[in-house]
């Protein structure tokens, strides 16, 4: 519990450095919801905020690519 509150303060710190688009897409998402569940008014506690977050972060969806349909000469 304690070190997921200091991981989740230590990202929250990270947020406020400008490159944060230098960070994987997963904790770049995972500040996103930190910040909006904040801005939301909600009362939640400090572990319920990080569960929500990492939760709604998720993994990195994978990237697959389109199947193209090959034209073929008859």
Do not use: E
């Not at 303060?9 to 400008?18: N, Y």
């Not at 994987?24 to 506690?45: E, V």
């Amino acid at each position: 519990m304690v070190a997921s509150a200091a991981l989740a303060l230590t990202l929250l710190g990270l947020a406020a450095i400008s490159p944060v688009r230098a960070l994987p897409i997963t904790a770049h998402r995972f500040i996103s919801y930190m910040n909006a569940i904040d801005k939301s008014g909600q009362t939640l506690s400090l572990s319920d905020k990080i569960t929500y977050s990492l939760i709604l972060s998720g993994p990195n969806p994978k990237q697959t690519r389109p199947v193209r349909a090959r034209v073929g000469r008859i």
